[in-house]
């Protein structure tokens, strides 16, 4: 995969892809990562990048013939490449969509600042919109960086481990259950015994349960986007009804199931 970034500020990307998975993947020749500073397309000799908005407004917003110039040279007549800008306004980021770019052979993520990008680059270059969050960062260099970061470690090879990609939270649409490694006991607080136990089937099902609680506390609706099977529906519903609320509205007896946290 190769994903070039169109920035402002090429400096910002010294380090981060400098370190663990996103190295090692580098290093693999799976994924190449090219920086581009936007300000090299500029053709004025005071490299401008931006200006004021037409009809007036606070701030500048960024020029579109550096930014099409750019695109233009990334381009190389192989297949056309994903052109992403990172935006508030765009779709949320997630790992479905973290997953769905991997299909991709070259990604283009244009980094956003100032007070926005002018629309002609938005409606006639952009082939997908995306945001990290709402909230708002100062570019989208740091939301670049995060979705490099996600999209690496789902390549094939990236990670020595398959199974630990598909563990993960989001992946199969509930979150991670616990974790734990030694000592059993620390300062009086004892690992779950079924981890002990070296029953495989109990483990997993323990695990599975932990995830179905886990998701139901802290983020019920993603239960409604997952297949569950009967049994398991049964199981969240005899565990909600269990439940009290507190005064404000955060469902008690969470540590009752199992002797364990969730």
């Not at 926005?116 to 989208?140: A, F, K, P, Q």
């Not at 995060?146 to 993960?168: F, K, T």
């Not at 506390?217 to 269990?242: D, T």
């Amino acid at each position: 995969m190769r994903i070039d970034i169109l920035t402002l500020f090429p400096e910002m990307f010294a380090g981060p892809f400098d370190h663990s998975i996103a190295k090692r993947a580098i290093e693999k020749k799976l994924v190449n990562i090219i920086i581009h500073n936007i300000r090299d397309f500029a053709q004025d000799k005071h490299r401008t990048v931006d200006d004021y908005p037409y009809g007036g407004g606070a701030g500048m917003v960024l020029k579109p013939e550096p930014i099409f110039r750019a695109v233009d040279t990334i381009r190389t007549g192989e297949l056309a490449p994903c052109v992403i800008l990172l935006t508030p306004q765009g779709r949320l980021f997630n790992q479905k969509i973290a997953g769905e770019l991997t299909g991709y052979s070259h990604l283009v993520l244009i980094c956003g600042h100032y007070e926005g990008i002018d629309e002609r680059v938005r409606e006639n270059l952009v082939d997908d919109e995306i945001s990290i969050g709402d909230y708002i960062l100062s570019g989208g260099e740091i939301a670049a960086m995060v979705m490099v970061d996600a999209i690496i470690r789902l390549l094939p090879g990236a990670i020595g481990s398959e199974a630990s990609v598909n563990e993960d939270s989001f992946s199969g649409g509930l979150l991670k259950y616990p974790q734990y490694t030694r000592p059993a006991v620390y300062r009086g607080l004892s690992v779950p015994e079924v981890l002990l136990s070296g029953n495989h089937e109990a483990i997993a099902q323990w695990r599975r349960e932990q995830s179905l609680l886990r998701t139901l506390k802290r983020h019920p609706e993603l239960l409604n986007k997952v297949s569950l099977s009967e049994a398991e529906k049964a199981f969240i519903q005899s565990v909600q009804k269990g439940y009290t609320s507190g005064n404000d509205g955060e469902p008690r007896g969470w540590k009752g199931y199992d002797g364990n946290g969730c």
